[in-house]
């Protein structure tokens, strides 16, 4: 499959454990950010979203933590699976309304 | 429903010509928005349309255009090609801003 990014930060975790994707954002006026996975050969695919007004979302399996004063998300993926390799970006919605992605990191889980 | 539908799915063109590429939005989406995905730079936003209208443009040269039609289905066009250009093209649609926005599968370009 094609590559999304040669020098990615490459997160391994053991099937089963939780996973913690860690991502830094640019603009302090964000008011909307979303997680996306994308598998090779394939385009990016909505995680979760969350609003700035909110500090903890929680989805099947996924939680996304938003700490606005450090400019900090987090995706939290409990009981890792094997399809859950994939990388994971984070997208911040900028004032102008343009969503913004992050470089991303690659997770991959191990039997 | 259907997803957003990109077309072609890959293309290989040589440097100096200029390509056109579809994406036909989720029915009920007005906003479409074109990424540029390389490994070396990431996701990188081009422009978003809503309602025919072009509302936002990234840090590309003028060389990248769009279009959006009636139908919410949009086309970018790149001329005069560079080896540079080389990237999988995304497309993403949503209702309106702040909302998830869904990805097609990309058209992969390749400029020889």
């Known amino acids: 499959g094609e590559s999304v990014g040669l020098h990615l930060p490459t997160l391994s975790v053991q099937e089963g454990d939780n996973s913690i994707i860690n991502c830094a954002y640019s603009?302090?006026?964000?008011?909307?950010f979303i997680w996306y996975k994308q598998e090779s050969g394939k385009g990016p695919q909505f995680i979760i979203d969350?609003?700035?007004?909110?500090d903890k979302r929680q989805g099947q399996r996924v939680t996304v933590l938003l700490n606005k004063t450090v400019k900090h998300l987090s995706l939290q993926i409990a009981a890792t699976q094997p399809g859950d390799s994939a990388v994971y970006f984070c997208a911040e919605n900028i004032p102008t309304d343009k969503l913004i992605f992050g470089t991303g990191t690659r997770l991959q889980v191990f039997p | 429903k259907a997803g957003v539908t990109q077309t072609p799915r890959y293309l290989i063109k040589t440097r100096g010509q200029q390509v056109t590429l579809s994406c036909s939005p989720i029915s009920g989406h007005r906003s479409v928005s074109w990424y540029q995905q390389t490994p070396g730079q990431g996701l990188q936003f081009l422009f978003e349309y809503f309602s025919e209208t072009q509302r936002n443009k990234g840090n590309f040269p003028g060389r990248f255009s769009g279009r959006q039609f009636s139908n919410s289905r949009s086309e970018m066009n790149v001329s005069t090609l560079e080896l540079g250009d080389s990237a999988l093209y995304l497309c993403?649609?949503?209702?309106?801003?702040?909302?998830?926005?869904?990805f097609g599968q990309g058209t992969r370009l390749t400029v020889v």
């Open positions: 993403a649609s949503s209702l309106r801003t702040q909302t998830e926005a869904f």
């Open positions: 603009n302090s006026a964000s008011d909307y």
């Open positions: 969350i609003r700035s007004n909110m």
